[in-house]
């Protein structure tokens, strides 16, 4: 049997400002992705995201992110490993609390952004990354890029991990994302980004942005639902995996 979880990146509207439509994405999905005050989001954002969360059974994890409200947490910031290793312990024990108030265990912890993109090249850094994690709790899975040195961290610290794949992104060769600046870097036609999505998670397959094929694993695909058209797309490929046989479950089951 085939099992894959679909994840997104939530509560990421700000003060007066919002972003996403998390109602709408909440019900088709198996786990979300919290942002905890850094790159986005606030304590009352955090609550109710968690709270709609819970009410949707959907899996809750931290997505923690540079101190970048400005930049949305997509500008590289110079930071030691220390600091990232700090910063990744704060932002979890923010969820932690309001997770812990629903009744909620977090169940990963997924980087956001330039703290994702580097740490998947930068194997102390990720190595900082998963030793917060463990540190703060051994149970929570590192979500990370397929093939990349999130993964490797996260074996060496004794963390479990997941592979992520993404529905709407172009690949490298090297099995990184397609800059967003570059060509290719997002895959905007429906049909082409759902057939993509079934190749990953039945055949481990993936083509990149030269045309290569390359392999890969798919333990959680994400996907983006910040208007009413994505949040159509994120039903329909939810849909699409169902019909093709692929069970949606939350990601401790998936590496169960």
């Given at each position: 049997?085939?099992?894959?979880?679909?994840?997104?990146?939530?509560?990421?509207?700000?003060?007066?400002?919002t972003?996403?439509?998390?109602?709408?994405?909440?019900?088709?999905i198996?786990?979300?992705?919290?942002?905890?005050?850094?790159?986005?989001?606030?304590?009352?954002?955090?609550?109710?995201?968690?709270?709609?969360?819970?009410?949707?059974?959907?899996?809750?994890?931290?997505?923690?992110?540079?101190?970048?409200?400005?930049?949305?947490?997509?500008?590289?910031?110079?930071?030691?490993?220390?600091?990232?290793?700090?910063?990744?312990?704060?932002?979890?024990?923010?969820?932690m609390?309001?997770?812990?108030s629903?009744?909620?265990?977090?169940?990963?912890?997924?980087?956001?952004?330039?703290?994702?993109?580097?740490?998947?090249?930068?194997?102390?850094?990720?190595?900082?990354?998963c030793?917060?994690?463990?540190?703060?709790?051994?149970?929570?899975?590192m979500?990370?890029?397929?093939?990349?040195?999130?993964?490797?961290a996260?074996?060496?610290v004794?963390?479990?991990?997941?592979?992520?794949?993404?529905?709407?992104r172009?690949?490298?060769?090297?099995?990184?994302?397609?800059?967003?600046?570059q060509?290719?870097?997002m895959i905007?036609?429906?049909?082409?980004?759902?057939?993509?999505?079934?190749?990953?998670?039945?055949?481990?397959?993936?083509?990149?942005?030269?045309?290569?094929?390359?392999?890969?694993?798919?333990?959680?695909?994400?996907?983006?639902?910040?208007?009413?058209?994505?949040?159509?797309?994120?039903r329909?490929?939810?849909?699409?995996?169902?019909?093709?046989g692929?069970?949606?479950?939350?990601?401790?089951a998936?590496?169960?």
């Amino acid at each position: 049997m085939y099992r894959v979880d679909l994840n997104a990146d939530l509560g990421e509207s700000f003060g007066a400002y919002t972003v996403g439509m998390d109602s709408e994405v909440l019900k088709h999905i198996s786990s979300a992705n919290i942002a905890c005050g850094f790159h986005a989001g606030d304590p009352m954002v955090m609550e109710k995201t968690v709270r709609l969360a819970a009410e949707n059974g959907v899996a809750v994890g931290a997505h923690p992110g540079y101190p970048d409200l400005m930049g949305f947490g997509r500008r590289t910031m110079a930071v030691s490993n220390d600091e990232a290793k700090a910063y990744v312990k704060y932002q979890l024990g923010a969820l932690m609390a309001f997770a812990r108030s629903h009744g909620l265990k977090l169940q990963h912890c997924k980087p956001h952004g330039a703290f994702y993109n580097n740490a998947a090249v930068n194997f102390d850094m990720s190595v900082a990354i998963c030793e917060a994690i463990y540190e703060v709790d051994p149970d929570i899975i590192m979500l990370g890029l397929a093939g990349s040195r999130h993964l490797e961290a996260a074996a060496k610290v004794g963390l479990k991990c997941a592979s992520e794949v993404f529905a709407d992104r172009g690949y490298m060769d090297d099995g990184t994302l397609v800059p967003r600046k570059q060509p290719g870097a997002m895959i905007h036609d429906e049909d082409v980004s759902i057939s993509r999505v079934i190749r990953m998670v039945r055949e481990g397959v993936v083509e990149t942005v030269t045309g290569k094929t390359i392999p890969i694993r798919a333990d959680s695909v994400c996907v983006h639902g910040d208007n009413p058209k994505a949040v159509e797309f994120v039903r329909k490929i939810r849909a699409a995996l169902e019909a093709e046989g692929v069970e949606i479950a939350p990601i401790a089951a998936v590496i169960a």
